[in-house]
């Protein structure tokens, strides 16, 4: 069985600046966690259109080990390609707009 098999997610809601972003980072982690930050914005990666801020990881830039290597296909479900992706069961996701 392999780690992605039995994909699990978990959403942080909270009000912004609430401590969301810390405990999701700390929850990704663990060895079989992903944290993807406010997965929502995934939609806005490598879209041309969007500022550079907008469009890379907040914290690697446009050189991240993940982001920069992920394109989304929307046609399947967001978490298990982001799991099956960095190869982990549990993504970890704090959109605030979803909650």
């Known amino acids: 069985m ?7 997610s978990v959403s942080l809601c909270g009000a912004g600046h609430s401590g ?3 405990l999701g980072m700390i929850l990704g982690g663990h060895s079989s966690a992903f ?3 406010e997965g929502g914005k995934v939609r806005y990666l490598h879209d041309e259109r969007k500022p550079m801020r907008k469009r890379v990881c907040k914290i690697c830039g446009d050189d991240c080990p993940v982001w920069s290597k992920f ?3 929307e ?7 982001v799991a099956e992706h960095v190869g982990v069961s549990m ?3 704090t959109t605030k707009d979803e909650c």
């Open 2 to 8: 392999d780690k992605t098999s039995q994909m699990r």
């Open 20 to 22: 969301s972003t810390l």
């Open 35 to 37: 944290y993807m930050g």
């Open 71 to 73: 394109h989304w296909d």
């Open 75 to 81: 046609t399947r479900a967001l978490y298990p390609q």
């Open 91 to 93: 993504i970890v996701d």
